[in-house]
């Protein structure tokens, strides 16, 4: 993956996914609007914490992987049995540890496996993005997904998209050498963390295990 | 129960100072359940704290624990070493916990994190409504169960005023929302439970000495305290 071309698998994620939220599309506009920023810097590989939910967006990535999509090595993952059992501290503590942005990715909405999980799940993303306000940070470093399992392709969509955001955005303020994002959010879930299965430890899609 | 609103991060900083290890106390009783000042908003607040200091290149030390009660003695006990290890107690308890945290570990620089503002009931998740101002001298037993002096915007003891129409009060909430006219509610359930006569009840003006009004009020049950 690391070698791979991180372009945007752009007709599959047409074809399966139509658009993207509506929140992401508005958010990505604020961000253009407020461009007196710092410039790109090429060199800059975010680190991005995904609390995906084991029905839907856990098993899209699986998908996407065996589909072969390509698609940015920056996120790291973590499952969860539902996007409702994300807690606000969850997202703030995996901010604290310096990740450049967090995303929960969780079922379509009206089809929770527990019926309501990924509302409250984008309530809390929701109340993430008031407090990093708060704290003078881009509300964009986090938001909120929705997916089916079978979307394989929205799931590459959504990571470069989400990707590329955090790129213009540049490095989160508080990050610091020796703390991993991805082991802080994962101490801060606890028992909650599903664990990872065999050969998808990560969010490495192509070359573990999906031979054809 | 008691309520109380989180205040902004920056009176909080400003509250904390250049005070370097801070600990944030949370209280699991009235403002855990109104989702404002327990174990886990605490652990929130720590969080944003500890991210503000960074951004800004602040060295701090911010902890966080949360008492079971932080108005009783025994509670705050429970506490005491991470109190005592602390420059600055952030606490998140209604005032009575936060003064009761200052008294006990004196001189300790307590400050509040948030805005005590009512004596509320959870109408449904998350909303909470004013119910009671603890005046002293309750007197739902003539008004249907319906507390003139917090429900009538003018604390009126015989009302309704002119201001009420349709069974609003013609006061809004600063977000432009109706208030139910209270004397409207106490006449509407006066008569379903056939009592309209007590409409008629003249009520002379309240004595609010009872109140915070007669200086701050102490309570003693002699023959409860221990021997």
Redo the contacts between chains.
Sequence with gaps: MADADVKAPEAPAAAAAPAPTAEAGAAGAEAAEETPRKPVDPDFEPEIIVFACHYCAYAAADLAGSMRLQYPSNIRMIKLPCTGKL???HL??A??AGADGVYAAGCLEGECHYLKGNLWARKRVNYVKT?LE????EPERVEMYNMSSAMGAKFAEVATEFTNRIKELGPN??K?EGVNPHAAARAALGGVAMPDEAGSSTAVPVEEGHAE | MITADRK??DEIIALVGDNKKVLVAGCDTCVAICLTGGE?EA??LA??L???A??DGRAVEVEHTAAIRQCEWEYLDMIADKVEAADVVVSMACGIGIQSMAEKFAPKIVVPAVNTNMLGMPQEHAVWLERCGACGECVIGETAGICPVVRCSKSLMNGPCGGSHDGHCEVTTPEKEEIDCAWALIWDRLKAQGREEMMYINRPPKNWSKSSSGGPRKMVREEAKPV
């Design positions: 807690e606000v501290i703030l503590r901010i604290e407090l708060e704290l003078g940070m303020p508080v610091r | 902004p991060l886990k652990e929130i969080s944003e500890r991210i503000k960074e951004q």
